[in-house]
Each structure stands twice: as C-alpha cells, then as structure tokens.
C-alpha cells in the first residue's frame, strides 16, 4: 500500500520563525508536488519538484526533494501569518500518473 | 497556470437522490481527470482517474455502481453521485493534466451535503 506521510501533522508557530514540514512516500517517484489549501477552498499549487535534488523557492516557501530517501521538505522561513493554512505534498509513482496525497499538514501562524 | 472549472461549488440534495459534478478544462486538453474526496480536516483521498474515451479506473474501496464517472470529451469529466445518503456528504475536487502530464489543475471543490 502506497503511503505518503507528513510531519507534522499540526503546527503552531510564532511569527518571524523557521520551521520544516516533512513529506515522506514509500514508492518510487521522481514527481512530488506541494500544495496549499485554505479552509473551504481547493488547492493552491505551490512548488512542482521534477528530478533528485530539485529545490524550488518562492518568497519565504522553499521545497526540496530527494529521491534517494524518499523524502520532501517545505521549509518555511520567517513566517508570517499569511502562511497559516494546510499544505499537502503529494507524489506520482513512477508507474502511473496518479497524485496521492499527504496526510496534510496543518499551519498556524501567530502574531 | 491552466484553468479547471468545477460545478455546482455547493449542493444540497435529499437522500435517495442524485447528484452530478462537473470539471471542465477551460484553456487546455485534459487527457486525464482525477476525482477525490475530502472529509473535513483530512486529505485528500483518490477516487478514480478517467482518461477521455475510456472508462475509469476506481480506486480500491469506492463503488463504481454509486459513483459514476464519466469523460467524454477532452475538456469535461462529470461524476454523478447515485442514491446519495449523508455519509456522502463531503468535499469533491477534480482535477486535470494534459498531453505533458506533469502538472494537474485542481477545480474549486463541490461541497455536497446530503439530508
């Protein structure tokens, strides 16, 4: 069975501080993707990771992937309360083109 | 990036009834839509992949009869909820990729409640 997980599951953070959310999948993959979702709303892309060692960065989100352990990272830097929302990685096995999705990740950014 | 159209964003419908959700893809050929449901506070769970002129392939635990699928055209994908009851009350996302298959475009979600 195809797992993905994230940790953690629920964050609480001050404003102004770092922090990394961690995906881990159990499959083989070369395409993990991040998303985010406000309350009552759909998906946001954020980042698309496409090969080993992919780091994207986009205003103080910056995602990582490595494919080798099986392992994404969404690093969040200076966090401001904007940022409090729920974020998903999910990844594609390398056998099909279905997105399975993380157990999500929960962020709430206080002032 | 590419646009993908869902309908209604909320329904509410009598139990015993059935209800039908569309995707569109506005702007882009979609080769493969996705359906999933979502339960408040959790993740997203995959339903079926559709790929146009096929028929879907369901994930396992969900019911083919109750959730019908439907991708005729390369811009529209619907899923009709049959004999709904309230514990198909939830969240219902499509979304689509194209020819490159890379990236997926999500709709905006139905919330169905069934009372």
């Known amino acids: 069975e195809l797992k993905v997980e994230q940790n953690p599951l629920f964050l609480s953070m001050q404003e102004g501080k770092n922090y990394t959310i961690y995906c881990n999948y159990s499959?083989?993959?070369?395409?993990l993707y991040w998303y985010r979702q406000d309350p009552g709303k759909s998906l946001e892309s954020l980042f698309v990771?496409?090969?080993?060692?992919a780091v994207k960065q986009e205003g103080r989100l910056m995602a990582s992937l490595d494919t080798k352990a099986r392992l994404s990272t969404l690093h969040i830097t200076a966090a401001v309360h904007d940022l409090s929302a729920t974020y998903f990685c999910a990844v594609v096995p390398i056998t099909g083109n279905q997105f399975y999705f993380g157990t999500g990740t929960s962020l709430t950014v206080i002032p | 990036g590419a646009v993908v159209s869902q309908h209604p964003s909320w329904v509410i419908c009598k139990s015993g009834t059935s209800v039908k959700i569309e995707c569109r893809s506005l702007d882009f050929q979609a080769t493969t839509m996705f359906w999933y449901r979502q339960f408040p506070k959790q993740s997203l769970m995959l339903m079926a992949t559709s790929n146009e002129g096929s028929k879907a392939t369901y994930e396992q635990g969900v019911e083919k009869d109750k959730f019908l699928i439907n991708h005729a055209s390369l811009t529209l994908s619907t899923l009709t909820v049959t004999s709904a009851h309230p514990e198909d009350s939830s969240f219902y996302i499509c979304s689509a990729s194209g020819q490159s298959n890379t990236e997926a475009f999500f709709g905006q979600g139905t919330r169905l409640t069934v009372v």
């Open positions: 990771l496409l090969s080993n060692g």
């Open positions: 499959t083989t993959s070369d395409r």
